[in-house]
């Protein structure tokens, strides 16, 4: 009875991942040149100033660098449209959700996140 | 002062590593009078430790910026109430209050049941062997009293921490993530000392129950918190961060469920210690996730070496508990079986499993980034769509068993008898099914069924409250309020149980209604303009501006109005902070009481220039369901958790008699 009722949670689960596949990669922007086409979640670092305007028709624009210091030249421009979060500017440490078009990551409308400046670390470090 | 501090903890180290040697000692070769000492010593590191905190807190109160933490965490202008908070908003703070918490609730724990002497010889040195770890970080991993020259003022705390929640939040999840120490010690405690009876389980029975009810209640704060501070709109996002104190409050649910079993018919041993070992390990692998930053979060913490120490711990505690309960599986073993399908013992297993299922699939889905990066060399993250499917899928039937769970019998119960007390519960849902389908709330399946099931489990509640007060009107006469309060003051347990019920209800109702039903419109507005939603119209009046304390507030103003007529007038905006150059979206709510909802405006992007605003609007109906569910749920909780004259001589009576047998 009881590996009957397990067997069920298992099945289910099992169904699950074959169904909707095993996750979103997450990749730094010196990834996202070897990877194939579909989604993904970027993670990386605001670079310069952003510009344009999330709510108008060309989107916002700014680009991406590693956020890990492996490969520090990598940028990549990204394009959003969206609620932006109030966090958001240079210097800080996003996550977006998109795919690659033509050496652009278009970002999925309201994916932009930032990774808050820790509700534990002192502010001297947030940067 | 910093010196007092060092000096009290290596105190409470020293009579830690001391009450884990010598109990262990002492309960090994049965030396009583070494295993009080043992006792004495956690009690005494509860002194120490508070005397450390006392100097951190006067330190913090005092401006004492020569302390690195105070400097770090506090600044000159921060009031005093969250200055004291900054004990824990920051790492080595919140490690004391863990230490302080935990050999607080030790020595509470040991000096209440210093009569039960076989078990708490052995706990005493599973809970010293859990301080001795907390206790050996702060000595000499993450001291919250290093020194150093002391600059004018300090960094200050985050804008968004400085929130009345500050105050709360943190400390409850504390007091429920420690307690769960208490029921995992005294467990292993039992198995240890061969007394593998369910002793230990009414032990501990209300500790389980306050730290879950910390938990429970610690995270509905926190919910809530980012429902009005955060402004997104939303209360949940699947956070590793969230799920991290999730997990191990579905699995202290589970145990709180199936140890009743073991109570009435000493069945599922082997379930319960792996339950309350889960439990536990899962409190310290929330610890570990807050802390160490090896999980992606929205909550970034500060990157600390305390990461690995913590995989270490809890390594040695799932080694622990694993060869522990194996070594005594042959006094585990049960008499009674399982005697049909259809009983009350088996609905609690199918909880149980639902239950464990969810909390393990939620861990899967923490853990994925991790095993795909280990075994794939990638790391990939599971999102909002993984954790809603399994919560449909495993939280659905849970909510249906609450309702099913308190009319079957016990043992066997016969199908005719179930068809007869099923019947106006399966009516009730089968008229609030087929009233909502018609009413076009088949929009969602999840939300239609939640509602169904709702009406399923309200009605049994609402029935098995109505049968106890007529049973208990027609025994003692008197009023029919008075039979209730009667009814609920004699079986607290099983009444304050159903009370939690009804709480968990509430909650999945205003969650359904909130999430599936929810209807969210974004639009750019010049002043003079408005947009339509849910039947509101939202007009856009005028920005403002004013200058506050240490914030320049600008706000737009919104007048709401419904059929022609005005309701209220909102003002989403924003708050820049000079100083710390932050900009913090300030969300506006109306409460509205015909649907115990909110109508919910945010002002996602404002252009002083233009005055353009981009207005984003959320109707949520019944969301205040949730944050209600919370004073029901402590209220129940409360209720179950009451001294008990009458079942504390019932069980000393039993074990008087168990004495006298064995």
Redesign the interface.
Known sequence: MIALSVAAVLAVFILYTSVAGAGTPQLQPSDLATHRQGDVMLVGRVVGAPTGDAHAAGGLHFVLKDAKGRNNAARVPVRYAGTVPDLFRAGREVVVEGSLRDGTFVAKPGTLSTKCPSKYAPAKKST | MAALGRAALLLSFGLVVYALVAGSLAAWKRRRRLALSAQNALLAAFATTAVAVVVLWIALARHDFSFVYVA??TSRTLPLGYRLAGLW???EG?LLLWLLILTGYSALAVWLNRRTRDLVVWAVPVLAGVASFFVVMLCFISSPFATAPAPADG????P??QNPYMLAHPPLLYLGYVGLTIPFAFAMGALLSRRTDERWIVVTRRWTLAAWTFLGVGQLLGSHWAYVEI??GGYYSWDPVENAALMPWLAATAFLHSVMIQEKRGMLKVWNMVLVALAFCLSIFGTFL?RSGVI???????QSPLGSWFLGFIVICVVFSVVLIYLRLPLLRTKTK?ES?VSRE?TF??NN??LV?LCL?ILWGVM??LL?EAVRG??????K??YN??LH??GLPLLLLMGIGPLVAWRRASLRALGKTFLVPALAALVTGSTLIALGYGSSTPGLLTYTFGAFVAASIGLEFVRGTRARHALSGGSWPGALVELVGRNRRRYGGYLVHAAILMLAIGIAGSSAYQTVRER?LHPGQSMEIAGYTLTYLRLEQRQEANAIATRAVVDVSRGGSHVTTLDPG?NTYPV?Q????EVSIYHDPRNVGDLFT?A??IDPKSQVL?L?VLVKPLVNLIWAAGFLFVFGALVAMWPDAVEQRKLAERYAANAVAA
């Open positions: 770090d965490h908003s920051g790492q919140s960094a200050g705390m985050v968004s921490l402004g997104w807050t992606n979060s929205i909550h970034s913490f500060s399982l399908l088996a297993l199918y499993l639902l299922a699939t994925y980034p795909t990638e790391t990939r993250s599971v999102s769509p993984y499917f399994f899928s495993f750019g924003k710390e932050q900009v913090s979206n945010i996602d992007q981009f984003k």
